[in-house]
Every structure is written in C-alpha cells, then in structure tokens.
C-alpha cells in the first residue's frame, strides 16, 4: 500500500515537471493545488513551511521543496527519486536545445531567430523581480535591504556578494524578533553527516579541479560551487553563471547564453535547468557525447549541494523555526533576494538600452505580462516565430 502511495506521488511529481511553467511562485500555486488540495500529502501551513526553509538555503527553491516533501513522506530514497522525476524532462529538454543550438552554428545556419526571445528572457526576469517585491517586501526596513543588495550587486559583480547580501539582510531583519510570537522551544539536536558531505565534495571538487585541470571536473566544481552559494532562485543563479561562463570564461558567446536563457521560459520545471544547457554548451567542441556530459555533469552539480543542504537542514526544522529569531530573519532575507533580482535584470538589459528592437521587445513583453495572462512559453514561442518570419 505504502509503494503504491509513492508511486502515485512521484506520478504527480512528474506531472508538474512537464507543466510547471514560471518560476518557483508559479510552481507554489501548482504544489499547493495538487499536492495540498487535491492529493492531501501534507496542509497548505506545511507546504508554506518548507517553501520558506528553502528560501532560507541556497540552491533551487522550488527543487529543495519537492525534495523535501520526499523526505517527507518516504525519507531519503523517495526524496532522491522525487529529485530525479522533477528534474529530468527538464534536463532532457536543455541537453537537446544545447546540442541543436551548436548544431546551428556548425552549419552556419544564424541564430538571429532568436534575437526577439534574449529581451523577452530579460523581461520576464524583470516583471518577476516586480512580482516578488511586491509580495514579500513591506515597510522601510525592507525597501532599504532592497536597494542596499541591488546597489551592492551592481558595484561589486561578485558571487561571493550574494551570500554576504543574503546574511546582512536576514541579520538587520532578526533584530525586530520582538514582534514574534514566543513558542515553546527544545534544544536542537543536529546531525552533521549531510552537512559535512557537502562541505567535503565541495573541497574535494576544488582540489581535483586544480590538480586534473580536467575540464568536465572542473565543470562539476564551477556548478557545485555556484549550487552552493546561490540564494534567491534561477534569477539570482543567471547573472552567476553569465559572469562566470561568458564574460570570464567565454565558454558561451552572449547570445548563445541569452537564448538558453529564454528557453529556459519554454521549458517547464526547474529555472535552474539553464545549467544543463550551459554545461552542454561549455563542452560543444567535444561533439554531442562531450555535450551530453557536460550536461548531465551540470545537472548534477547544480542540484546536489541544495539536497545535501535540505537534508541537513530539515531534521531539525522543527525546533529551529520556533525561534523568534530564525522567523523574523526571513522578511530580511526575502529582501535581500529581491535586490538581487533587480539588480540582475539591470545587468542584462543595460547592453539593450541602446538599441531599438531589443528595448522595444523588452517594453512590448512588459506590457504584455503586466495587462494579460498569456502563458510564459506562449509568449517565448510568438518570439522565435517572429524571429523566423523578420
């Protein structure tokens, strides 16, 4: 009875990775319908519970709650199946748009079809950095840890920024721990094994990296790195990798990076499955074999250190979240994350802020988020069918 109810889980599982559009906020709407309402697997409070904790731990927000939930409700191997389910269409999808993408360029065939879909990606990470503010940012407190991380960012273009952006704003925020309800408290009782397995593949990726020089090792410790220190979701990760891949590495050219970007609008489930396609892209001169590695070495770099986290982190949630302090840092954070976001959108639009076509892509795109409910990868779709026909 108990294999059969997995089963079902991870059918349902598997039902919102091949629909889930939009982004972590869209994806708590779906969990909330048909994990809460429809299947019972655990109360809307709970759900919201655990999506607050991911928020709280870098990596993929919307991923670390469905692994959670697996943990859940059948421990750890149901989690790491939960984990696989949700992000493989989205792997598979990002893998074959890497491999047509240098398919392309091979055959001197432009990818100037694209050229609409690079703004429109801008815009949505835009509208969505608007959304989010506008949802978890009240009073002053938190407007100023708003420009304070976006005014960081854009000066100081580090990912090591973005961690220390994410403490400040969750430490000024714990100080108004007053306004929160006392709760019973226990001691926490922690077991580190998770914790230290984290940690350990992190330095060991590092250290192999630089004694092989080995590119796929290196590609596994480049996305285990930016995994583990990535707060705020897929808009914060973006700006990351496009730093790191393009403008140091030049693994990508701007506009191949731009396009998986926006493909990453088409494709359902995790925001971060644009890692897959740049792991794929950074490996295109070793053929499709060389681009399925670097996808799949991506894929599972990006994601490991956000389970390990989840894992650690969940066993004592429980006791954690009763304190004042841990509840009241959120608001902060939740701040500081939206800045992030902003800034990131600053990023990639300032390039087209002088150019006709894509700033008029980004406004029409804006307009058409903010006064209609067309679906994301409608919209992406109409932008490469104009690239075709223009």
């Known amino acids: 009875m108990r294999k059969f109810r997995y089963i079902i889980y991870l059918r349902d599982i598997l039902l919102l990775a091949c629909t889930a559009f939009g982004g972590p906020q869209v994806h708590l709407m779906m969990m909330l319908e048909r994990l809460?309402?429809?299947?019972?697997?655990?109360?809307?409070?709970?759900?919201?519970?655990?999506?607050?904790?991911?928020?709280?731990?870098?990596?993929?927000?919307?991923?670390?709650?469905?692994?959670?939930?697996?943990?859940?409700?059948?421990?750890?191997?149901?989690?790491?199946?939960?984990l696989l389910v949700w992000s493989f269409p989205a792997m598979v999808l990002m893998t074959l748009a890497a491999i047509g993408?240098?398919?392309?360029?091979?055959?001197?065939?432009?990818?100037?079809?694209?050229?609409?879909?690079?703004?429109?990606?801008?815009?949505?990470?835009?509208?969505?950095?608007?959304?989010?503010?506008?949802?978890?940012?009240?009073?002053?407190?938190?407007?100023?840890?708003?420009?304070?991380?976006?005014?960081?960012?854009?000066?100081?273009?580090?990912?090591?920024?973005?961690?220390?952006?994410?403490?400040?704003?969750?430490?000024?925020?714990?100080?108004?721990?007053?306004?929160?309800?006392?709760?019973?408290?226990?001691?926490?009782?922690?077991?580190?094994?998770?914790?230290?397995?984290?940690?350990?593949?992190?330095?060991a990726a590092a250290s192999l990296g630089a004694i092989t020089r080995s590119l796929p090792v290196r590609l596994f410790e480049n996305f285990y790195r930016n995994g583990s220190l990535v707060f705020g979701g897929g808009q914060v990760l973006i700006p990351m990798l496009y730093n790191e891949f393009v403008v140091f590495k030049h693994y990508l050219t701007r506009q191949e990076f731009l396009s998986g970007m926006a493909l990453t609008q088409v494709v359902p489930g995790p925001v971060f499955s644009i890692s897959t396609y740049v792991g794929g892209m950074s490996m295109q001169e070793y053929g499709i074999s060389g681009q399925i590695l670097g996808a799949i070495i991506a894929t599972v770099a990006i994601f490991l250190p956000g389970t390990f986290l989840i894992f650690f982190v969940y066993r004592f949630w429980d006791q954690l979240k009763k304190y004042r302090g841990i509840r009241a840092s959120l608001d902060g954070i939740h701040a500081a994350s939206c800045g992030l976001t902003i800034a990131a959108a600053i990023i990639l639009f300032q390039p087209m802020a002088t150019q006709i076509q894509p700033l008029l892509t980004v406004v029409g795109t804006l307009l058409i988020l903010y006064f209609t409910r067309v679906p994301s990868y409608l919209i992406i779709l109409g932008g490469l069918l104009l690239g075709l026909v223009f």
């Not at 815009?123 to 949802?135: D, H, N, S, V």
């Not at 960012?153 to 006392?182: D, E, F, K, M, W």
Request: glycine share 8%.
């Open 36 to 82: 809460v309402q429809k299947r019972g697997y655990l109360t809307e409070e709970e759900l919201l519970e655990l999506q607050a904790l991911c928020q709280i731990l870098p990596g993929p927000t919307s991923t670390q709650t469905v692994t959670a939930l697996g943990f859940k409700i059948g421990g750890p191997n149901l989690a790491y199946l939960t």
């Open 101 to 203: 993408t240098h398919y392309l360029e091979v055959n001197n065939i432009s990818l100037s079809f694209t050229r609409f879909v690079g703004p429109m990606a801008v815009a949505f990470l835009m509208f969505g950095g608007y959304r989010i503010t506008q949802k978890v940012v009240h009073g002053i407190q938190g407007w100023v840890l708003v420009l304070f991380s976006t005014a960081a960012t854009l000066l100081y273009p580090s990912p090591y920024v973005t961690p220390l952006l994410i403490l400040i704003g969750g430490v000024v925020a714990s100080l108004n721990y007053r306004q929160h309800q006392v709760m019973d408290k226990e001691p926490l009782r922690i077991e580190w094994a998770n914790f230290f397995l984290w940690l350990g593949v992190l330095v």
